[in-house]
Protein backbone atom coordinates (compact mmCIF):
# COMPACT_ATOMS: atom_id res chain seq x y z
CA UNK A 1 0.00 0.00 0.00
CA UNK A 2 1.68 3.03 -0.96
CA UNK A 3 -0.92 5.40 -0.81
CA UNK A 4 -0.32 6.75 3.41
CA UNK A 5 -4.35 8.18 3.35
CA UNK A 6 -5.60 5.16 2.41
CA UNK A 7 -3.39 3.27 5.22
CA UNK A 8 -4.48 5.65 7.83
CA UNK A 9 -8.33 5.59 6.98
CA UNK A 10 -7.82 1.84 7.20
CA UNK A 11 -5.84 2.27 10.26
CA UNK A 12 -9.03 4.20 11.47
CA UNK A 13 -11.75 1.53 10.58
CA UNK A 14 -9.37 -1.20 12.38
CA UNK A 15 -10.00 0.85 15.34
CA UNK A 16 -13.51 1.08 14.92
CA UNK A 17 -14.01 -2.98 14.61
CA UNK A 18 -12.37 -3.34 17.08
CA UNK A 19 -14.15 -1.28 19.44
CA UNK A 20 -17.13 -3.06 18.13
CA UNK A 21 -15.35 -6.60 19.34
CA UNK A 22 -14.64 -5.25 22.23
CA UNK A 23 -18.41 -4.51 22.93
CA UNK A 24 -19.38 -7.84 21.74
CA UNK A 25 -17.00 -8.97 24.53
CA UNK A 26 -18.18 -7.12 27.14
CA UNK A 27 -15.49 -4.46 27.55
CA UNK A 28 -17.32 -1.72 27.15
CA UNK A 29 -14.76 0.77 29.07
CA UNK A 30 -11.94 -0.26 26.23
CA UNK A 31 -14.69 -0.31 23.68
CA UNK A 32 -14.90 3.40 24.53
CA UNK A 33 -11.63 4.18 24.80
CA UNK A 34 -10.40 2.23 21.75
CA UNK A 35 -13.47 4.21 19.52
CA UNK A 36 -12.45 7.52 20.78
CA UNK A 37 -8.44 7.04 20.77
CA UNK A 38 -7.83 4.41 18.06
CA UNK A 39 -10.77 5.34 15.33
CA UNK A 40 -11.07 9.05 16.17
CA UNK A 41 -7.98 10.93 17.42
CA UNK A 42 -5.04 9.20 16.46
CA UNK A 43 -6.49 8.86 12.58
CA UNK A 44 -6.50 12.42 13.13
CA UNK A 45 -3.29 13.18 14.61
CA UNK A 46 -2.11 10.47 12.03
CA UNK A 47 -4.08 13.04 8.66
CA UNK A 48 -2.63 15.92 10.69
CA UNK A 49 1.32 13.94 10.10
CA UNK A 50 0.81 13.18 6.30
CA UNK A 51 -0.56 17.06 5.66
CA UNK A 52 3.74 17.29 6.34
CA UNK A 53 5.21 14.47 4.96
CA UNK A 54 2.97 14.26 1.81
CA UNK A 55 0.81 11.12 0.73
CA UNK A 56 2.99 9.05 -0.98
CA UNK A 57 5.32 6.73 0.55
CA UNK A 58 8.89 6.58 -0.11
CA UNK A 59 10.37 3.89 -2.38
CA UNK A 60 11.91 1.76 -0.13
CA UNK A 61 15.37 1.00 -0.60
CA UNK A 62 15.83 -2.14 1.71
CA UNK A 63 14.83 -5.62 0.30
CA UNK A 64 11.15 -6.71 1.41
CA UNK A 65 12.47 -10.06 1.83
CA UNK A 66 14.85 -9.65 4.44
CA UNK A 67 11.79 -8.15 6.69
CA UNK A 68 9.71 -11.21 5.69
CA UNK A 69 12.18 -13.20 7.30
CA UNK A 70 12.29 -11.30 10.48
CA UNK A 71 8.83 -10.76 10.56
CA UNK A 72 8.23 -14.75 10.16
CA UNK A 73 11.00 -15.79 12.59
CA UNK A 74 9.35 -13.08 15.22
CA UNK A 75 5.88 -14.43 14.64
CA UNK A 76 7.00 -18.06 15.16
CA UNK A 77 8.49 -17.11 17.79
CA UNK A 78 5.41 -15.43 19.39
CA UNK A 79 3.16 -18.32 19.23
CA UNK A 80 5.87 -20.75 20.41
CA UNK A 81 5.30 -18.54 23.46
CA UNK A 82 1.41 -18.90 23.42
CA UNK A 83 1.88 -23.06 23.25
CA UNK A 84 2.36 -22.42 27.18
CA UNK A 85 -0.58 -19.94 27.93
CA UNK A 86 -3.56 -21.50 28.94
CA UNK A 87 -6.61 -22.04 26.44
CA UNK A 88 -9.16 -19.22 26.04
CA UNK A 89 -11.63 -18.55 28.83
CA UNK A 90 -10.28 -21.14 30.68
CA UNK A 91 -10.92 -20.72 34.45
CA UNK A 92 -7.97 -22.05 35.47
CA UNK A 93 -6.10 -19.50 34.05
CA UNK A 94 -3.62 -17.26 36.14
CA UNK A 95 -5.13 -13.90 35.07
CA UNK A 96 -8.74 -15.33 36.66
CA UNK A 97 -7.10 -16.90 39.95
CA UNK A 98 -4.84 -14.07 40.92
CA UNK A 99 -6.14 -10.50 41.72
CA UNK A 100 -9.19 -10.52 39.65
CA UNK A 101 -11.59 -12.64 42.25
CA UNK A 102 -10.47 -10.01 45.15
CA UNK A 103 -11.44 -6.83 42.92
CA UNK A 104 -14.96 -8.68 41.95
CA UNK A 105 -15.91 -9.51 45.71
CA UNK A 106 -14.22 -6.46 47.65
CA UNK A 107 -14.15 -3.69 45.18
CA UNK A 108 -18.09 -2.86 46.46
CA UNK A 109 -16.87 -2.47 49.73
CA UNK A 110 -13.57 -0.94 49.80
CA UNK A 111 -13.91 1.31 47.07
CA UNK A 112 -17.56 2.02 47.04
CA UNK A 113 -17.84 2.99 42.79
CA UNK A 114 -20.08 0.61 40.83
CA UNK A 115 -17.75 0.38 37.47
CA UNK A 116 -15.09 -2.09 38.72
CA UNK A 117 -13.06 -0.89 35.73
CA UNK A 118 -12.74 2.12 37.10
CA UNK A 119 -12.10 1.24 40.64
CA UNK A 120 -9.47 -1.31 39.58
CA UNK A 121 -8.00 1.46 36.49
CA UNK A 122 -8.31 4.46 38.90
CA UNK A 123 -7.40 2.96 42.91
CA UNK A 124 -6.02 -0.19 42.80
CA UNK A 125 -3.59 0.03 39.43
CA UNK A 126 -3.37 4.05 40.39
CA UNK A 127 0.46 3.45 40.15
CA UNK A 128 -0.27 1.92 36.76
CA UNK A 129 -2.24 4.55 35.33
CA UNK A 130 -0.22 7.54 36.83
CA UNK A 131 2.47 5.88 34.45
CA UNK A 132 0.58 6.37 31.76
CA UNK A 133 -0.44 9.91 31.87
CA UNK A 134 3.68 10.68 32.87
CA UNK A 135 4.01 8.64 29.34
CA UNK A 136 1.31 11.11 27.48
CA UNK A 137 2.07 13.89 29.09
CA UNK A 138 6.29 13.10 28.22
CA UNK A 139 5.00 12.56 24.45
CA UNK A 140 3.06 16.17 24.52
CA UNK A 141 6.50 17.59 25.57
CA UNK A 142 8.68 15.89 22.98
CA UNK A 143 6.23 16.58 20.16
CA UNK A 144 6.46 20.49 21.98
CA UNK A 145 10.68 20.01 21.96
CA UNK A 146 10.25 19.03 18.39
CA UNK A 147 7.90 20.80 16.46
CA UNK A 148 7.32 24.06 18.37
CA UNK A 149 6.05 26.18 15.79
CA UNK A 150 7.52 29.85 15.91
CA UNK A 151 5.19 32.66 14.55
CA UNK A 152 5.98 35.74 13.29
CA UNK A 153 3.27 38.70 13.68
CA UNK A 154 3.01 38.86 9.75
CA UNK A 155 1.65 35.52 8.98
CA UNK A 156 -1.00 35.82 11.14
CA UNK A 157 -2.71 38.94 8.47
CA UNK A 158 -2.53 36.66 5.83
CA UNK A 159 -3.78 33.53 7.82
CA UNK A 160 -6.66 36.02 8.34
CA UNK A 161 -7.53 37.05 4.82
CA UNK A 162 -6.88 32.86 4.27
CA UNK A 163 -9.74 32.61 6.91
CA UNK A 164 -12.09 35.33 5.32
CA UNK A 165 -12.16 33.37 2.30
CA UNK A 166 -12.39 29.80 3.67
CA UNK A 167 -15.76 30.94 5.60
CA UNK A 168 -17.38 31.20 2.16
CA UNK A 169 -16.51 27.21 1.26
CA UNK A 170 -17.12 25.31 4.86
CA UNK A 171 -20.32 27.57 5.45
CA UNK A 172 -22.36 24.71 5.75
CA UNK A 173 -19.51 22.23 8.06
CA UNK A 174 -19.00 25.52 10.19
CA UNK A 175 -22.58 25.95 11.07
CA UNK A 176 -23.27 22.56 11.76
CA UNK A 177 -20.43 22.25 13.64
CA UNK A 178 -21.21 25.58 15.76
CA UNK A 179 -23.99 23.85 16.49
CA UNK A 180 -22.40 20.02 17.39
CA UNK A 181 -19.58 21.46 19.27
CA UNK A 182 -21.35 22.34 22.86
CA UNK A 183 -22.91 19.31 22.96
CA UNK A 184 -19.28 17.68 22.30
CA UNK A 185 -18.17 19.49 25.30
CA UNK A 186 -21.10 18.43 27.22
CA UNK A 187 -20.68 15.04 26.16
CA UNK A 188 -17.17 14.73 27.59
CA UNK A 189 -17.99 16.45 31.02
CA UNK A 190 -20.56 13.55 31.23
CA UNK A 191 -18.28 10.62 30.52
CA UNK A 192 -14.81 12.33 32.33
CA UNK A 193 -17.85 13.08 35.97
CA UNK A 194 -19.98 9.71 35.27
CA UNK A 195 -17.26 7.44 34.89
CA UNK A 196 -17.65 6.48 38.51
CA UNK A 197 -20.97 4.75 37.18
CA UNK A 198 -20.59 3.68 33.38
CA UNK A 199 -18.26 3.58 30.73
CA UNK A 200 -15.94 6.45 30.89
CA UNK A 201 -13.14 8.55 32.86
CA UNK A 202 -10.20 10.88 32.09
CA UNK A 203 -9.03 9.09 29.25
CA UNK A 204 -12.00 9.05 26.93
CA UNK A 205 -13.34 12.38 28.37
CA UNK A 206 -9.65 13.80 27.41
CA UNK A 207 -9.75 12.98 24.02
CA UNK A 208 -13.46 14.01 23.14
CA UNK A 209 -12.51 17.35 24.87
CA UNK A 210 -9.76 17.69 23.04
CA UNK A 211 -11.64 16.31 19.36
CA UNK A 212 -13.89 19.24 20.34
CA UNK A 213 -11.43 21.99 20.09
CA UNK A 214 -9.18 20.05 17.41
CA UNK A 215 -12.86 20.00 15.00
CA UNK A 216 -12.79 24.03 16.30
CA UNK A 217 -9.42 24.66 14.90
CA UNK A 218 -10.28 22.75 11.70
CA UNK A 219 -12.96 24.75 10.53
CA UNK A 220 -12.42 28.09 12.00
CA UNK A 221 -8.46 28.51 11.51
CA UNK A 222 -5.68 28.01 14.06
CA UNK A 223 -5.51 31.65 14.51
CA UNK A 224 -8.80 31.92 15.94
CA UNK A 225 -8.86 28.86 17.97
CA UNK A 226 -5.84 30.30 19.41
CA UNK A 227 -7.18 32.95 20.30
CA UNK A 228 -9.47 30.76 22.15
CA UNK A 229 -6.84 28.42 23.29
CA UNK A 230 -3.43 29.78 23.93
CA UNK A 231 -0.65 27.84 23.79
CA UNK A 232 0.65 28.54 26.87
CA UNK A 233 -2.62 27.80 29.09
CA UNK A 234 -2.50 24.37 27.29
CA UNK A 235 0.65 23.50 28.48
CA UNK A 236 -0.44 24.67 31.83
CA UNK A 237 -3.06 22.87 31.60
CA UNK A 238 -1.58 19.65 30.78
CA UNK A 239 0.82 19.83 33.65
CA UNK A 240 -1.48 20.93 36.26
CA UNK A 241 -3.33 17.41 35.40
CA UNK A 242 0.30 15.61 36.06
CA UNK A 243 0.52 17.55 38.97
CA UNK A 244 -2.75 17.04 40.55
CA UNK A 245 -2.62 13.41 39.83
CA UNK A 246 0.58 13.07 41.61
CA UNK A 247 -0.14 15.61 44.46
CA UNK A 248 -3.43 13.25 45.38
CA UNK A 249 -0.46 10.26 45.63
CA UNK A 250 1.59 12.90 47.68
CA UNK A 251 -0.82 13.93 50.49
CA UNK A 252 -2.04 9.67 51.10
CA UNK A 253 1.70 9.66 51.37
CA UNK A 254 1.94 12.53 53.79
CA UNK A 255 -0.60 11.07 56.20
CA UNK A 256 1.36 7.72 56.76
CA UNK A 257 -0.70 5.63 53.84
CA UNK A 258 0.46 4.13 50.81
CA UNK A 259 1.41 6.73 47.93
CA UNK A 260 -2.30 7.15 45.89
CA UNK A 261 -3.80 5.00 48.53
CA UNK A 262 -7.18 7.22 48.89
CA UNK A 263 -9.22 6.51 52.08
CA UNK A 264 -6.84 9.41 54.13
CA UNK A 265 -8.61 12.16 52.26
CA UNK A 266 -11.93 11.63 53.97
CA UNK A 267 -13.03 10.59 57.51
CA UNK A 268 -14.92 8.03 55.77
CA UNK A 269 -12.50 6.01 54.04
CA UNK A 270 -14.96 5.09 50.77
CA UNK A 271 -16.28 9.00 50.75
CA UNK A 272 -12.37 9.45 50.64
CA UNK A 273 -12.19 6.35 47.90
CA UNK A 274 -15.01 8.63 45.47
CA UNK A 275 -12.64 11.64 46.02
CA UNK A 276 -9.78 10.43 45.31
CA UNK A 277 -11.32 8.91 41.94
CA UNK A 278 -12.87 12.10 41.14
CA UNK A 279 -9.74 14.33 41.52
CA UNK A 280 -7.46 11.92 39.43
CA UNK A 281 -9.43 11.38 36.96
CA UNK A 282 -10.01 14.65 36.49
CA UNK A 283 -6.33 15.14 36.68
CA UNK A 284 -6.28 12.10 33.58
CA UNK A 285 -8.64 14.39 31.97
CA UNK A 286 -6.55 17.13 31.61
CA UNK A 287 -3.58 16.40 30.92
CA UNK A 288 -5.00 14.06 27.85
CA UNK A 289 -6.93 16.82 26.13
CA UNK A 290 -4.25 19.61 26.47
CA UNK A 291 -1.71 17.30 25.24
CA UNK A 292 -3.71 16.53 22.00
CA UNK A 293 -4.57 20.02 21.57
CA UNK A 294 -0.82 20.63 22.06
CA UNK A 295 -0.03 17.94 19.64
CA UNK A 296 -2.46 19.14 16.81
CA UNK A 297 -1.60 22.60 17.22
CA UNK A 298 2.18 22.00 16.48
CA UNK A 299 1.86 19.83 14.16
CA UNK A 300 -0.67 22.70 12.49
CA UNK A 301 1.12 25.59 12.81
CA UNK A 302 4.06 24.06 11.23
CA UNK A 303 2.14 22.94 8.58
CA UNK A 304 0.82 26.76 7.75
CA UNK A 305 4.90 28.11 8.11
CA UNK A 306 5.82 25.66 5.44
CA UNK A 307 3.21 27.01 3.21
CA UNK A 308 3.88 30.72 3.96
CA UNK A 309 7.65 30.05 3.06
CA UNK A 310 7.17 28.37 -0.12
CA UNK A 311 4.06 31.14 -1.06
CA UNK A 312 7.33 33.65 -0.10
CA UNK A 313 10.00 31.59 -2.33
CA UNK A 314 7.18 31.30 -5.19
CA UNK A 315 7.06 35.03 -5.10
CA UNK B 1 -46.99 -1.26 19.10
CA UNK B 2 -44.82 -4.14 18.68
CA UNK B 3 -46.05 -4.61 14.97
CA UNK B 4 -45.35 -1.41 14.05
CA UNK B 5 -41.89 -1.26 16.01
CA UNK B 6 -41.15 -4.48 13.84
CA UNK B 7 -41.95 -2.86 11.00
CA UNK B 8 -39.96 0.27 11.44
CA UNK B 9 -37.09 -1.93 12.37
CA UNK B 10 -37.44 -4.28 8.51
CA UNK B 11 -38.01 -0.94 6.04
CA UNK B 12 -34.65 0.93 8.17
CA UNK B 13 -32.82 -2.69 7.49
CA UNK B 14 -33.90 -2.95 4.06
CA UNK B 15 -33.14 0.92 3.52
CA UNK B 16 -29.22 0.14 4.63
CA UNK B 17 -28.86 -2.99 2.56
CA UNK B 18 -30.12 -0.70 -0.20
CA UNK B 19 -27.71 1.96 0.56
CA UNK B 20 -25.09 -1.08 0.50
CA UNK B 21 -26.01 -2.75 -2.79
CA UNK B 22 -25.83 1.11 -3.86
CA UNK B 23 -22.48 1.34 -3.04
CA UNK B 24 -21.05 -1.76 -5.02
CA UNK B 25 -23.30 -1.25 -7.91
CA UNK B 26 -23.32 2.59 -8.87
CA UNK B 27 -21.11 3.43 -11.23
CA UNK B 28 -19.04 6.87 -9.73
CA UNK B 29 -18.65 8.61 -6.80
CA UNK B 30 -20.88 10.75 -7.00
CA UNK B 31 -23.91 8.58 -7.26
CA UNK B 32 -22.62 5.65 -4.82
CA UNK B 33 -22.38 8.95 -2.28
CA UNK B 34 -25.92 9.77 -3.32
CA UNK B 35 -27.14 6.18 -2.75
CA UNK B 36 -25.46 5.52 1.04
CA UNK B 37 -26.05 9.53 2.00
CA UNK B 38 -29.74 9.51 0.94
CA UNK B 39 -30.66 5.85 2.42
CA UNK B 40 -28.53 6.17 5.97
CA UNK B 41 -30.12 9.28 6.91
CA UNK B 42 -33.66 7.79 6.89
CA UNK B 43 -32.51 4.14 7.41
CA UNK B 44 -30.91 5.26 10.75
CA UNK B 45 -34.18 7.55 11.77
CA UNK B 46 -36.51 4.26 10.66
CA UNK B 47 -33.90 2.23 13.16
CA UNK B 48 -34.05 4.46 16.28
CA UNK B 49 -37.85 5.04 16.02
CA UNK B 50 -38.37 1.48 15.88
CA UNK B 51 -36.21 0.99 18.70
CA UNK B 52 -37.81 3.38 20.65
CA UNK B 53 -41.01 1.96 20.46
CA UNK B 54 -39.49 -1.23 21.98
CA UNK B 55 -38.96 0.95 25.41
CA UNK B 56 -41.74 3.34 24.94
CA UNK B 57 -40.96 4.95 28.50
CA UNK B 58 -37.54 6.22 30.20
CA UNK B 59 -34.66 7.26 29.97
CA UNK B 60 -33.76 4.92 27.28
CA UNK B 61 -36.17 7.08 24.48
CA UNK B 62 -34.34 10.51 25.58
CA UNK B 63 -31.10 8.69 24.93
CA UNK B 64 -32.06 7.48 21.30
CA UNK B 65 -33.69 11.03 20.71
CA UNK B 66 -30.31 13.00 21.03
CA UNK B 67 -28.76 9.92 19.19
CA UNK B 68 -31.39 10.71 16.33
CA UNK B 69 -30.97 14.38 17.04
CA UNK B 70 -27.11 14.13 16.27
CA UNK B 71 -27.50 11.90 13.31
CA UNK B 72 -29.74 14.27 11.22
CA UNK B 73 -27.27 16.84 11.68
CA UNK B 74 -24.56 14.86 11.40
CA UNK B 75 -25.04 12.43 8.38
CA UNK B 76 -26.14 14.58 5.71
CA UNK B 77 -23.02 17.14 6.78
CA UNK B 78 -20.45 14.32 6.33
CA UNK B 79 -22.23 13.56 2.93
CA UNK B 80 -21.94 17.03 1.72
CA UNK B 81 -18.05 17.29 2.73
CA UNK B 82 -17.42 14.51 1.46
CA UNK B 83 -19.37 15.37 -2.05
CA UNK B 84 -17.65 18.94 -1.90
CA UNK B 85 -13.93 17.45 -1.42
CA UNK B 86 -14.21 15.68 -4.25
CA UNK B 87 -15.63 18.41 -6.48
CA UNK B 88 -12.54 20.55 -4.51
CA UNK B 89 -9.91 17.95 -6.19
CA UNK B 90 -11.60 18.18 -9.67
CA UNK B 91 -13.37 14.60 -9.62
CA UNK B 92 -15.39 14.48 -12.68
CA UNK B 93 -18.84 12.45 -12.71
CA UNK B 94 -18.94 10.24 -15.22
CA UNK B 95 -21.42 11.03 -17.50
CA UNK B 96 -23.44 8.59 -19.45
CA UNK B 97 -22.58 9.92 -23.42
CA UNK B 98 -19.26 10.45 -24.34
CA UNK B 99 -19.56 13.98 -26.09
CA UNK B 100 -21.04 15.25 -22.93
CA UNK B 101 -17.87 14.25 -21.30
CA UNK B 102 -15.49 15.63 -24.01
CA UNK B 103 -18.05 19.01 -23.61
CA UNK B 104 -17.33 18.94 -19.54
CA UNK B 105 -13.73 18.70 -19.78
CA UNK B 106 -12.52 21.28 -22.75
CA UNK B 107 -15.28 23.96 -19.95
CA UNK B 108 -13.18 22.54 -17.03
CA UNK B 109 -9.18 22.66 -18.03
Redesign the interface.
Known amino acids: MKDLFAVIMLSGIYGLLSASFFVSMDAVDVAFTEASVGAGISTLLMLVAITMTGRTENPSRHKPLLALAVVIVTGSLLIYGTLDMPYFGSAQAPIHQHVAPRYINDSMQEVGVPNIVTSVLASYRAFDTFGEVVVIFTAGMGVLALLSAVRRPRDVAEIDSFNKSMYEEHL ?2 RI ?1 AK ?2 IP ?1 ILLFALYVQFHGDYGPGGGFQAGVIFAAAIILYAMLFGMNTARRVINQSFIQLFAAIGVLLYGSVGVISLLNGKNFLDYSILSADPIAGQHLGILLIELGVGFTVASVMVIIFFNFAGRRNNQQNKENNDSC | MNISSVLLLLIGSFLCISGGVGILRFPDFYTRMHAVGVTETLATAMILIGLMLQNPDGLVVVKLMIILL ?1 TL ?2 SP ?1 AS ?2 LASAAVHNNLMPELDNKEDNKKVKSSNP
Open positions: ILVMLF | MFITHA
